[in-house]
């Protein structure tokens, strides 16, 4: 790849916890959260912002010329799941689901969607992870099948 490669392409990455089972809480997605943010430094992912909620994630992500969205979601999920399941920061067995969202962002939008992913805590107060997830996927215009949602 040439040296003189350059984009900035901000993502929205979510995923959830295996059934969106909530079983992070706070100690957990503190020591996640963190684990995230060092784990994607070392592999040269830039992570804007991060919230670990007790049954999804958020995250935005710039998206490095040399990855894919696909090659990110693998090493950041496989890597987190290996390492809460070794040290048992989730008592039982933990696993994240299968499937994930992700959505692009301008860089007008920017501002908006950090303080978004800020406000996580405040916003579930009033609306599920499910509810939340729909309506991603309907302001997206994306071909939603809920049967087969292993996000």
């Known amino acids: 790849m040439s ?19 909530k ?30 909620n007790p049954d999804h994630v958020h995250c935005l992500i710039d998206l490095p010329t040399n990855m894919s969205i696909e090659d990110i979601v693998k090493l950041i999920k496989g890597a987190s799941s290996h390492w809460i399941n070794k040290e048992r920061i ?7 689901a299968r ?9 007008s939008n920017l501002d908006r969607v950090i303080k978004y992913i800020e406000n996580q805590e405040e916003h579930h107060k009033v609306k599920s ?18 049967e087969a949602d292993n996000t």
Do not use: M, R
Not at 29 to 37: D, Y
């Open 23 to 52: 079983i992070i809480d706070k100690n957990a997605a503190a020591k996640i959260q963190k684990l995230i943010l060092n784990y994607c430094k070392s592999k040269s992912i830039y992570i804007k912002i991060i919230f670990v």
């Open 99 to 107: 499937g994930y969202g992700v959505f692009s962002v301008s860089q």
């Open 129 to 146: 992870f499910s509810e939340e997830y729909q309506s991603f996927i309907e302001k997206y215009g994306i071909k939603y099948i809920p």
């Open 3 to 21: 040296l003189h490669s350059y984009s900035k392409i901000w993502i929205h990455l979510i995923w959830s916890t295996q059934s969106k089972e």
């Open 90 to 96: 989730i008592e039982a067995k933990f696993s994240w």
